[in-house]
Each structure stands twice: as structure tokens, then as C-alpha cells.
């Protein structure tokens, strides 16, 4: 077992990462944090077949325990299903002093999160994220929210969860692409804050509580600086602004759209004086270890939809380019550098 604790001022929580987690001691971690009965469980129909009877299995002797089903996939990130969670619980009597459980992968964590940040203006929630790149990211720091017309994460808060348990077990029933998907989250923390952690990947290890620890440890320290998103937490953008763009336009999932992502940046960091080569080949030999994509795009190419981007109104772009292996730094870059340096 490993622990980290989110150290935030007015909402402190654990991450629990345990393997067998759900088979084995569920239930106390929950009652540590919660003591009353009712508890709503949230998930989506694929993670329903694989984990929610289980779930249910181990808290019924100790809990009221009832839930609420929706479709799985992106499209559920939507107005329509907050509306029909936020109904359902109504229809079953929730109470603002009952716990939701976010279970299941980024959509579920998102939408729930939201929920609870909203219904009787605020319920407590606990995170059992169940896909590798929400354990790497989204389950960790409160963000929470849906997509609405057209924008994404448009409506949203800040919720951070009472707990959160990470199972690694639960890696067993993730297909290879979406347990790379997660993959491209968790070396990116390395590269931007815990070398040991690249170390560790280094003979392609299972994903042990160890690796998820370290992961974790990086996005931990960023939220904790940064709870509101108003700085520091933009490192955790190291290979996004480039992947973003590379993601929409040729239909990469997220994670292998951040492994592309980060070796453009990493080039643009060479071309810059500011990366060392050996720190683009570290990196590229753990990407292809874990199979992600090593695809070459010119980031020269991209730099003008980065900063002529119609939403950037500031005309500068903020990117997060690696100096050294396991350190970020932000360099920002507007229309004029653009035309002198590149
Ligand atoms: N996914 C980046 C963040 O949590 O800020």
C-alpha cells in the first residue's frame, strides 16, 4: 500500500494505491472518511459489467447503497446526463449529508465531481478511478465538470474529493490502447518532475503502486501550490499544446496525443538551447517501450496555430519545455518572438 496525502488547506485528502483495493479493504478506507449510511454510486454501463457488483458486494453489510447508470464513452460528458444524474438522485431521496462515488474512468470522475459540487451545493464525493490515465490525471485536483456548447470543461468547479483509491488491478481489464492512453500521463510526470520515476521505467516494469506513487507524487505537488489553476499548474501541460492540436486532427487518443506532443516539445526545446539531446532520446526510448506513438510532426508547423488560436487573446503562448530530465521550466513565447526566433 502507498499513500499520498493532497495537502490543501481547506480540503485535504488521500490517495490510496493499493493492489486488490476493491477485493480487500474498500470499505474501511471509506468508513475512515464518511460515517453515515447512504451511499450513491456513479458509473457508466461498461465499468458497471466489470466492477459495480463487486463494489457493492464489499459495502453492503456497512452501507445503504444504491446508483446511477450512464452511458460510458466522451459523449456523456454532456448537460443531458448531469441532468438525468442530478433527477435520479433527486427521484431516490438523496440527502446533502449522503456520499457520492465517482467510479469508473475520466467521464464518470468528471460529471460526478460536478454533481457533487453542485447538488444542494456540495456533497461529498470519493474517486475510485478505474482507467489508467484518470488515475494519472483527472481523478487528482478537483477539477471537475462537463462539456456545453461546443467548448470543453465549460461548466465546471473545483471539487476535490474526500478520498481517493487507486486499485491497480484494475489495469487487468483496460485494453492495450486505453492502458496507453493512461501511460502517456504518467512518464509525462516524470519527465516534468521525478526523474526516478523515468528510472524506474526503465526495463518496462508492470505499473506497480511504486510507479503510480511517484507519478502521482508530481501532480500532487503542482495542486497543492496551485489548487485554482492560476500558474503552476500549467506544467502539467508539458506536451498538450501541441498534442491538443495533433489529437483533434488526426484522432489520437489523449495520452498518445500528449507522447507526440512532448517530443515536439522536447525538439522545439533543442532548437531553443534550452534541452539536451540525451533528454529527448531518454525520453523517446521509454515511449516506445510502452509502445506509444513516436510519430514525427515539425512543431515549427504548429507554432502559428498555437498562437494565432482565435481563443488566445493575449497573443503569447506559455509553453513547458524540459532543461533537464525531471524539470519543467515556462517559456512563453508571443506573435514577435515567433518572427525573430523561429
Ligand atoms: N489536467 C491538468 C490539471 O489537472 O490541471
Redesign the pocket.
Known sequence: MKELKVELKNNPYKIIIEENLLENNLCKYIKEVYNNKKIFIITDDCVEKLYLNKVMNKLKNDFELDYVVIPHGEESKSIEQYIYVCQELIKKDIRRNNLLIALGGGVIGDLCGFVASSLYRGLPYIGIPTSLLSQM??S??G?TGIDFYGRKNILGAFKQPKLVLIDPKTHDTLDKREFNNGMGELIKHGVIGNKKLLDLLKDKPKISEEIIYESLKV?KR??EIDEF?TGE?MT??FGHTFGHIIELKFGYKHGEAVAVGMLMALRMGMDLNITPKECYDAVYDILKKYDLPLDYYDYKEYLHDTIFDKKNLAGTVNFILIPKLGECMIYKLSEDDLKEKF
Open positions: 490525471d483527472s487528482i485536483g477539477k501532480k503542482v495542486v489553476d499548474r502539467l501541460n
